[in-house]
DNA sequence: TATGTATGGTAAG
DNA sequence: TTACCCTACATAA
């Protein structure tokens, strides 16, 4: 579920119903003790999002940082509703309860750690004030294929496993194409799709790529080539690649 | 009941 | 490269 959609859907959503109260939080599932103490009945400042992190900052108190990984999810209940024993951390104010489950971050972080971690992200495709010659330009560094660098943060973030195989199907750049083979204006093209890509899953808090026109009255298979068969543009077969950890997806009669 | 998979990332070898 | 962490759900057995 979490792409950088997500993350930042999560920090608009969040700064709405928990910013500027004073929150209770809590460990339901006990893996959080001290950091739920540490946190407890202090007034939350702001959200922030970047990239795929979350940053939590308060009245008094370290910087909560949340990274929800492949699984995680934060919840949002009605105020009142009882924990379940899965809940790694509870914030609940008088508006709104947020819930976190299967993250793999949860910590606190002082000045120094939290800076380290906003240095090594690339830019934010979701900033509103985010730079893509930094990206571009660390692309041109790197000779592995396009589709591993888009998943690497530090190059440019917010991108996951989804928006790189869509993105790089709308731009017709084939996966496998060397990063630093991109020219300035096919870089520009995909840096383009993806930021209008992942503001629309902001909006729908999903992703859905396909274009309206060519989406039919099926509102689901929304994606053009992430985990399809036939290609619905010129019906060739998807062809995918495990590339490290992942999997990346492509039409090469479309992507060259 | 067990296994596999998932829109992520790290750390060890 | 691999092993591993987290949870939920689908499918296999």
Redesign the pocket.
Known sequence: ???GH?IHRLALDHARILVGDVLRVSSP?GRHPVLAATLDGQRLEDVAAV??HLFYTWAAAPVLHI?L????RLRESPPGVPATP?I?LRLAGPRATADL??A?TCELLGPEAHAAILDRLGPDVLAPDADPDRAFQRLQRRSIPIAQAL?D?QVLSGI???YRAEALFVTGIHPLRPANSLTRAEFDRLWDTLRAMLQQGVVDR??VTVDPDERGADLEGVFYVY?QGRCRRCGGEIRSWQL????AYACEVCQT
């Open positions: 579920v979490p792409e997500t599932q990239g795929k990274h990984g492949l699984i995680g899965n790694q489950i299967g793999t998943l943060q996951g496993n989804v999903r992703i985990k490290g950890p992942r999997r």
